[in-house]
């Protein structure tokens, strides 16, 4: 029988852009224009994205391919499923192919924005996992916070390129 550990990882960080900007551009499902590919990782840097599905439905697909798979067994391609998305309550929930990270399945993420003061939003990253073995748990948890960190890090400076704003034509 296959060992499984159960993982969560999260983060939150402010983004400098009003709450309208940052949703508009994170629901923007296929585009990852923001992604500033700054990890030390090299097998974790996207080389190309697009979008499978129709942009404003749900369920669509984020394929993220990556330009080489290195020593850690990442995958090259990863395909982010958008399950959910409410722009009330500016949440959104989405998975991860299996194999995102070496021994990872199951993963299930959810982002929340919610206003703070300043024209800023906070930006919520939880997200739940499995790691089969012979996997590391702290490993996978560890290298998803480094992302999430980089989501906010590369949210950032796409909007203030953009004097804070977005919209789906930009």
């Not at 960080?13 to 923007?28: K, R």
């Not at 330009?67 to 409410?86: F, K, P, T, Y």
């Not at 480094?146 to 590369?154: H, M």
């Amino acid at each position: 029988m296959t060992m499984i550990q159960r993982g969560t990882a999260g983060s939150q960080g402010v983004i400098e852009a009003e709450i309208s900007n940052v949703w508009a551009l994170v629901t923007d499902w296929g585009n990852m224009d923001w992604w500033g590919n700054d990890l030390e990782q090299e097998d974790m840097k996207a080389a190309r994205t697009y979008l499978e599905g129709e942009k404003g439905k749900v369920p669509r697909t984020k394929v993220i391919e990556r330009s080489n798979s290195g020593e850690s067994g990442a995958v090259h391609v990863n395909r982010e499923v958008l399950i959910h998305e409410d722009p009330v309550a500016h949440r959104l929930y989405y998975i991860c192919s299996d194999g995102l990270l070496p021994h990872v399945r199951n993963y299930l993420a959810s982002w929340r924005l919610d206003p703070v003061d300043g024209g800023r939003c906070r930006m919520s990253i939880t997200a739940d996992f499995d790691v089969t073995e012979p996997g590391d748990l702290q490993f996978s948890k560890s290298t998803f916070e480094a992302v999430y960190e980089l989501i906010f890090k590369g949210l950032n400076g796409y909007l203030a390129q953009r004097g804070g704003k977005f919209s789906p034509a930009d």
